[in-house]
């Protein structure tokens, strides 16, 4: 059992930062993976970043460069800076972590005006 609560969303403006956090709680030891998904209304959803079982992390195309996922072990805590944020990055930004099973956040809303 892995609960996750999300925080950091928000409205900003084109090329303004956010910074999201994932608190993780509950068998926090049972998680071997931990990422960052989206999903915008009318879309699928999608990896933005995660961390790999071996440490390394992954990133979708179109946020290389611009997001960085990291994460505090002693705070039991993921993070998601969002710098030079576009439009295209508005979505319903989800905590994920995989352990025997997912588990996902309630989500929390990023919205990106032009």
């Known amino acids: 059992q892995v609960q996750l609560v999300e925080s950091g969303g928000g409205l900003v403006q084109a090329g303004g930062s956010l910074r999201l956090s994932c608190v993780a709680s509950?068998?926090?030891?049972?998680?071997?993976?931990m990422g960052w998904y989206r999903q915008a209304p009318g879309k699928q959803r999608e990896l933005v970043a995660r961390f790999t079982s071996g440490g390394r992390t992954v990133y979708v195309d179109s946020v290389t460069g611009r997001f960085t996922i990291s994460r505090d072990n002693a705070k039991n805590t993921m993070y998601l800076q969002m710098n030079t944020l576009k439009p295209e990055d508005t979505a319903v930004y989800y905590c994920?972590?995989?352990?025997?099973?997912?588990?996902w956040g309630q989500g929390t809303q990023v919205t990106v005006s032009s």
């Open positions: 994920n972590a995989f352990s025997l099973r997912d588990y």
């Open positions: 509950g068998n926090i030891f049972s998680i071997k993976v």
